[in-house]
């Protein structure tokens, strides 16, 4: 009996200290860690509009987050909603139900530093909600526009992949055309399914349009090479390839489906399935939003 | 030779932990599909096994004999995280690279298997040089097997282009990791027998 309540606060010893060890790491580490995400969050979607530190954004580039919730009533129904920016600076609720019609629209009295930070955002929107009314964050759509031109839409979305989800972003310009992938988490085994975030693999879907996108499938043949290099831009660059040449060859096999990767399939088909699906659904949304946008004249700010 | 060099070497070469021990085979199989992706688990895996068998060294007259598996793996999950997240502030650009690696250290049988053999007898100088020993060993032979597959699959080395496809496509399939680490096992087996005369014993895998 005495040896095992020595076993059990042996072990029960090794465990706080591991746990206060842990507890204090993270409070020293966690403030930083998340600044770090959202930089990167930023830049990501930067470089999928095609900005970086080699092409700085132009000052006129804005780029609007609307956020889609899912709303429950206190009577128990459930509709979606966007909280959306207008152009006076002021910010709206606006509530959409799930056959695709306009519902109530609520003013959200909160500048945009609070509706940046998730908590702070939940309570600004519950404030001027019913009371009893619950919330839930779904995801954030990017408007971009470059004046007064709409330059394209930053899109996440999430698959099944190999082992835990993959999540990913697409860009999209106004009609739709995939402009770029970007993989932000994944688990996908190295050298196998993490190939996906290679530029060969991922930049199969730019220039794919939503027609094309529709019966987008995955093949197991292998890739071209001179496909791959043109995929590459670093081994374009390494082949004396012209942006010219690049374009051409691009443009040839525009109607290709996906090609697998070697070891991979799994991997290829849950990201192939991934951006057909985040494209699609958010064309359908586009599409309900703006038509609500319009009946209820609104005069947001994209 | 002074027994700390002598722990060294005997990690990196006599009881190298994937050619000798025959130790923690799925990552090593499942990872070396290029030289780049052996360095950095090999990296991963030096930081949490001396961390580890230090840890375990200083406290082992405190760990009750009857819990110290559990307690071994607390001591490796909690490295695991506190490198997951520390690293990630202090160098974002490497932590993209290693952080699918890190997260699959917890389960590695060379670690816990080193905790138990040695880190747990032995004082924390001679523990933290079998650590490295190990570690170092480990990478060792990642980045051995990683090079060969890499070289007869993709035909690059380190990412650099040296054939212009690779003439044997299976060595970068898992199937190609068991022939190269099979072959190197024979290769150091036949050395040894070269040298002692005796035919050697096998260790076990996981």
Known sequence: ??????????????????????????????????????KGHQETIQSLLGYGPEKKAPSDLKIYHVERYVVTKPDGSVVLA???????????????????????????KADAAVLNEKATRDAAILSALPKGTKITYAQTLYVADLGDKRLGYVVPGSTQGFKTFIKLMVSLDPQFTVTGVAITYSEEDPGLGDEIKKDFFKNQFTGKTLELLKKLTVIKDPLPAEYAAALDPEKAKKKNLTPQQVKEIKDQHLNDNIYALTGATISS??????????????VYRLDILNGAIKEKSLSVAF | MNRNIQLLWNGLIPENPIFRLALSMC?????????????????????????SSCTVAIFRSYIHPRIRIPAYVIVIALWVTV???ILPVISPDVYKKVELFVKLIVVFAIIISRLELFASREPLVPSFFDGLGMGLGFLFGLVVTGAIREFFGTGRIFGFEILDSGPLLIMILPAGGFFVIGFIMAAFNWIEYKITGKIPTSGGAH
């Not at chain 1, 040896?3 to 507890?23: Q, R």
């Not at chain 1, 192939?272 to 699609?280: A, E, F, S």
């Not at chain 2, 990552?27 to 961390?51: D, H, R, Y």
Request: hydrophobic letters at 50%; one cysteine or more.
């Open chain 1, 1 to 38: 009996m005495k040896e095992i309540i020595k076993i059990a606060a042996s072990l029960t010893a090794v465990c706080v200290a591991a746990s206060l060890i842990l507890g204090f790491v993270y409070a020293k580490t966690d403030h930083m860690k998340r600044e770090i995400e959202e």
């Open chain 2, 27 to 51: 990552p090593a199989v499942a990872v070396t599909t290029s030289v780049e992706n052996g360095l950095m688990l090999g990296l991963a895996v030096i930081f949490v096994q001396v961390f």
């Open chain 2, 83 to 85: 490198i997951d997240m």
């Open chain 1, 269 to 282: 088909k849950a990201l192939t399935v991934g951006v057909v699906d985040t494209v699609k659904k958010f």
């Open chain 1, 82 to 108: 966007y909280l959306l920016p207008l152009k006076d600076h002021r910010y709206t609720f606006a509530e959409i139900d799930l056959n695709g019609k306009p519902g109530e629209i609520y003013e959200i």
